[in-house]
């Protein structure tokens, strides 16, 4: 009852939900939070969500496995930051560039899956690296 109490005291004075101080998780290949802005495309989407097929078919329509995200990332980003190996893989044979780097921190592919713990996609990329 106390606490239904200050619910509604502090609903009532105007307090906020949106002005809560939330806790910045770092991505990892096991277990993430994803919270994607509107403003990422489908097929950035479709990586994140590991939907191998329509990142296929996207690519057939011509999407251009380089093209940065309104937040500076690449999809082979994304595909590393979630560990995404098929779809790295395929990005890789479509001409992506792993050595682009973000449009915000200046992060690579590479960096992005050692941040995340993507073990699978890190070796992946520094193979495609070496090649």
Same mark, same amino acid.
């Given at each position: 009852?106390?606490?239904? %109490? !200050?619910?509604?005291?502090?609903?009532?004075?105007? #307090?906020?939900?949106?002005? %809560?101080? *939330?806790?910045?998780?770092?991505? *990892?290949?096991?277990? *993430?939070?994803?919270? $994607?802005?509107?403003? $990422?495309?489908?097929?950035?989407?479709?990586? $994140?969500?590991?939907? #191998?097929? =329509? #990142?296929?078919?996207?690519?057939? !329509?011509?999407?251009? #496995?380089?093209?940065?995200?309104?937040?500076?990332?690449?999809?082979?980003?994304?595909?590393?930051?979630?560990?995404?190996?098929?779809?790295?893989? !395929?990005?890789?044979?479509?001409?992506?560039?792993?050595? $682009?780097?973000?449009?915000?921190?200046?992060? =690579?592919?590479?960096?992005?899956?050692? !941040?995340?713990?993507?073990?699978?996609?890190?070796?992946?990329?520094?193979?495609?690296?070496?090649?």
């Amino acid at each position: 009852m106390k606490k239904l %109490a !200050l619910v509604t005291a502090l609903l009532f004075i105007g #307090v906020s939900i949106s002005n %809560a101080k *939330t806790t910045k998780l770092e991505p *990892t290949a096991e277990k *993430t939070q994803l919270t $994607v802005k509107p403003n $990422v495309g489908p097929f950035c989407m479709a990586i $994140v969500n590991g939907d #191998v097929e =329509t #990142v296929k078919k996207l690519i057939e !329509l011509g999407a251009d #496995v380089n093209q940065k995200s309104s937040n500076g990332m690449t999809p082979a980003m994304f595909a590393a930051r979630y560990n995404r190996c098929e779809i790295l893989q !395929l990005l890789i044979a479509k001409g992506a560039d792993l050595k $682009v780097k973000d449009s915000k921190f200046g992060r =690579t592919a590479l960096k992005y899956a050692e !941040l995340s713990k993507a073990t699978k996609a890190h070796k992946i990329i520094k193979e495609a690296l070496r090649a």
